[in-house]
């Protein structure tokens, strides 16, 4: 399955911008962040494919967005604690290709907050599940939220990307802080970061299977 992760920039550069993005790319599903809810139902009209939103805030169209090519299902929204002084946060899931649970996040300004928000996002996930993350973690590998993330799951650029994966700011990346992330029991089998300018950001594109147990049965 192919994995879109990509923070629109509140469609700032145009909903076409966007669609040409998801056509380019074609992925199975978009982890889209910094969405905005009219934009989106557009941009999934623009493209046939089906959306979940979640709003950082009660009665506010900005948050969080999963764009797939087949329909979703038990979609889940969560918000993170409010931080003093800062903007609210939310991620959200459901469920697509091969019962996979995706999940589309975006952490924010706050080291300390960023690694709350991680932990309360890993708390909330089913332990047994294959699960697909995707988003704008603001930080780089060398960061709280992201040990907690890569302890759970495998960061699929940092196991089968090209390049070194940096994706912001987009007209001269130096710092990579758009990830996807999978569940050990998925295999990452490539990554990339997508050329094509359509906000602040570079948009990342992985390609992940599903790990297969070898056979225990032996030759006659």
């Given at each position: 399955m192919r994995v879109l992760a990509f923070n629109v920039q509140g469609f700032r550069a145009g909903g076409e911008r966007i669609a040409e993005m998801i056509r380019a790319t074609d992925p199975d599903v978009a982890l889209l962040t910094e969405t905005r809810r009219r934009p989106m139902r557009a941009l999934a009209r623009a493209t046939g494919r089906h959306i979940v939103f979640a709003a950082a805030r009660r009665f506010r169209g900005e948050g969080t967005a999963i764009l797939a090519r087949a329909p979703l299902h038990d979609a889940r929204r969560?918000?993170?604690?409010?931080?003093?002084?800062?903007?609210?946060?939310?991620?959200?899931?459901?469920?697509?290709?091969?019962?996979?649970?995706?999940?589309?996040?975006?952490?924010?300004?706050?080291?300390?907050?960023?690694?709350?928000?991680?932990?309360?996002?890993?708390?909330?996930?089913?332990?047994?599940?294959?699960?697909?993350?995707?988003?704008?973690?603001?930080?780089?590998?060398?960061?709280?939220?992201?040990?907690?993330?890569?302890?759970?799951?495998?960061?699929?650029?940092?196991?089968?990307?090209?390049?070194s994966g940096e994706t912001f700011p987009a007209d001269a990346p130096l710092e990579r802080i758009d990830f996807v992330f999978c569940s050990r029991s998925l295999t990452p089998v490539r990554a990339a970061i997508v050329p094509l300018v359509a906000s602040d950001h570079l948009a990342v594109v992985a390609e992940i299977g599903r790990r297969y147990e070898a056979s225990s049965e032996s030759a006659s």
């Open positions: 969560l918000r993170f604690a409010p931080t003093a002084g800062f903007e609210r946060r939310c991620m959200v899931a459901a469920r697509a290709a091969e019962d996979v649970l995706f999940v589309a996040l975006h952490l924010g300004l706050s080291g300390a907050e960023r690694a709350r928000h991680a932990a309360e996002l890993i708390a909330a996930l089913p332990a047994s599940d294959r699960i697909v993350i995707g988003g704008d973690l603001n930080e780089t590998p060398g960061g709280n939220a992201y040990a907690l993330l890569a302890a759970a799951f495998t960061d699929v650029f940092a196991s089968a990307g090209e390049g």
